[in-house]
């Protein structure tokens, strides 16, 4: 292979028609970001976003705001707008509520499709929140339930007849595998089961088109690729032929068919509408309409092609120059079955990782040994995953990561496997 310099890199850069998108985010010099496939990086919009609706629509509008700054109808603009990302139409998706919450909703009202079939299909190794929830639902419900669980080369040959329901996230938070959805959600429908995907680590990276594929429930969140912010509402999607045929079981105020008449009895609106429980954190939706702006003016198959291209450049560059250092890759060596995250495992992951967010190349740990690198296209450049190989390499030539003592204190976010422990 062709040694490849940071001039080439710098080059790439020059030509890259995505490039300016980096200027619509506010990302601290002397920092490479990769790790906004868990929290996506600030839209510089963001600021005085919160401003106006804080300033403005609360502080002057007060509850006027409702109607008066759309507030109540936020979650049904907003998910029109992922709907445009997610190959949804519009009035299939709306943003509320968390990931976690909308897969309650989207499977009970999958197993009440399906209510001869007591088996659901999980694979095992997904995020653990996606099991959890599983979990919690299917003791609620009765006992006859049970889960089946696959890992990902044996997903299809799971499926049957007895399966209810086949749950899964497209792009796997680890290994960064990408499933199949036309496939799987091919063959879910030939067994008669319903399909549900997970969207987390897919959407604002890589083209997703639920309908073409006749998916029947999504989810996802908005706060890594989609730039919403810190815990920013989740988008859930149920096909149009499903509208009014299922009832979610969190039967809250805001998906009554007339939410303002106060009546005693419950009965769901139309639509979409029907996937909402209750008021939502208005600021945050606010947020999560600046995020999804800055995908406004973008193709989804340019940004595909640029998260592919620095994907390899990493794994590349990794090769060429931190071969003996004891990195195994650990995501799928061909392109188009990765999403847009690379990750590495290697048996002082932990320290590693913590050496270097102290020298700003900012990515993430996953235990038990999982060092993960997400390339959010949006906003990262050629040179950035050139200078993060080589920030890696110098610390592993002159054994510099060995110096780094773990504290106690931080590192919690929705996905990080394991609390700091001393290592030194
Ligand atoms: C990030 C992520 C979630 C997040 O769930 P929350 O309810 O927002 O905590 C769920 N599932 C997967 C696969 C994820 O990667």
Redesign the pocket.
């Known amino acids: 292979m062709k040694m490849i310099t940071r001039q080439d890199c710098q080059s790439l850069d020059q030509q890259d028609q995505l490039a300016t998108s980096r200027d619509e985010f506010s990302i601290a010099d002397g920092v490479i970001y990769l790790d906004g496939n ?1 929290l996506g990086a600030m839209p510089r919009q963001a600021l005085s976003q919160a401003y106006q609706t804080v300033e403005q629509q609360w502080g002057l509008g007060l509850i006027q705001s409702w109607n008066d700054a759309g507030w109540f109808d936020l979650p049904y603009k907003l998910g029109d707008r992922v709907a445009g990302l997610i190959g949804a139409a519009p009035g299939e998706v709306v943003v509320t509520d ?6 309650y909703k989207a499977l009970a009202a999958a197993l009440q499709l399906r209510p001869d079939r007591k088996v659901v299909l999980l694979e095992s190794s ?2 653990p ?2 099991n959890y929830i599983t979990q919690g639902l299917l003791a609620q419900l009765n006992p006859d339930y049970t889960i089946r669980y696959a890992e990902a080369d044996d997903i299809e040959a799971a499926i049957n007849d007895e399966v209810a329901a086949v749950c899964l ?1 497209q792009v796997h ?1 680890k290994t960064g595998r990408l499933l199949d959805m036309a496939s799987i959600t091919d063959k879910t429908h030939r067994a008669g089961a319903i399909s549900i995907w ?1 969207l ?2 897919s959407a604002g990276a890589l083209e997703v088109d639920l309908n073409a594929c006749g998916v029947d429930f999504a ?3 908005t ?2 690729y989609l730039n919403g912010g810190p ?1 920013s509402p ?1 988008y859930i999607f149920m096909a149009t032929r499903h509208h009014n045929q299922v009832q979610q079981p969190l039967t809250g105020w805001w998906s009554h068919a007339e939410p303002f008449a106060f009546e005693r009895d419950y009965r769901p609106t139309p639509g979409i509408g029907q996937m909402l429980s209750g008021t939502q954190p208005i600021v945050s939706l606010a947020l999560v309409n600046v995020g999804l702006e800055t995908f406004k003016q973008v193709d989804i198959c340019a940004l595909r092609r640029k998260s592919i291209a620095l994907g390899q450049l990493l794994i590349d560059l990794m090769e060429q120059r931190c071969p003996s250092y004891g990195f195994d890759l650990i995501s799928p060596e061909h392109a188009e079955q990765r999403g847009s995250h690379v990750s590495f495992a290697h048996e002082h992951g932990y320290p590693i990782m913590k050496a270097l967010i102290n020298a700003g190349v900012i990515g993430d740990f996953r235990a038990p040994d999982t060092v993960r690198f997400g390339i959010a296209p949006l906003y990262l450049r050629y040179s950035d995953i050139w200078d993060a190989v080589e920030i890696l390499h110098e610390m592993m030539a002159t054994g510099s990561w060995q110096n780094e003592i773990v504290t106690n204190s931080d590192d919690a976010d ?2 990080s496997g394991r609390r700091p422990t001393r290592v030194t």
């Open positions: 868990s968390s990931t976690s919450i909308n897969l997904n995020f929140t996606n996230t938070y997970d987390c680590h989810i996802g969140c706060y890594k815990g989740a929705p996905e």
